[in-house]
Nanobody, 125 residues
Framework: VQLQASGGGLVQPGESLRLACVVS????????MGWFRQAPGKEREFVAT????????YYADSVKGRFTISKDYAKGTMYLQMNSLKPEDTAVYYC???????????????????WGKGTQVTVSS
């Protein structure tokens, strides 16, 4: 099983980035998927999740209205579109697969079967 995250980089405040997580080795269509992040000196925190059916999304209050999570079933890929980035969004971003047929809240609560390696996002002027 591999979850390969990419798309991070250095941007200025107010700019945008799109992260991608390519999933292989599992049936992508039956897992809820999500993004977490960890800033230096802080614990890993929930960012966003999307249900295995793709119809439900949940966001941390800090990113609501700025970030959008989505899935492309044909490509086995999850995305995180990040707009209006702020310096406090600086972190390593990790993608995760929850438990089969699990819910978004369960994933948000830490019910994770698989983690990907992170991708660094730095927002600085």
């Amino acid at each position: 099983v591999q979850l390969q995250a990419s798309g991070g980089g250095l941007v200025q405040p107010g700019e945008s980035l799109r992260l991608a997580c390519v999933v292989s080795g599992i049936n992508f269509s039956i897992y809820p998927m999500g993004w977490f992040r960890q800033a230096p000196g802080k614990e890993r925190e929930f960012v966003a999740t999307i249900t295995w059916k793709g119809g439900g999304t949940y966001y941390a209050d800090s990113v609501k209205g700025r970030f959008t999570i989505s899935k492309d079933y044909a490509k086995g890929t999850m995305y995180l579109q990040m707009n209006s980035l702020k310096p406090e969004d600086t972190a390593v971003y990790y993608c995760a697969a929850g438990q089969r047929y699990g819910t978004g809240p369960q994933l948000r609560g830490g019910s994770i079967d698989y983690w990907g390696k992170g991708t660094q996002v730095t927002v600085s002027s």
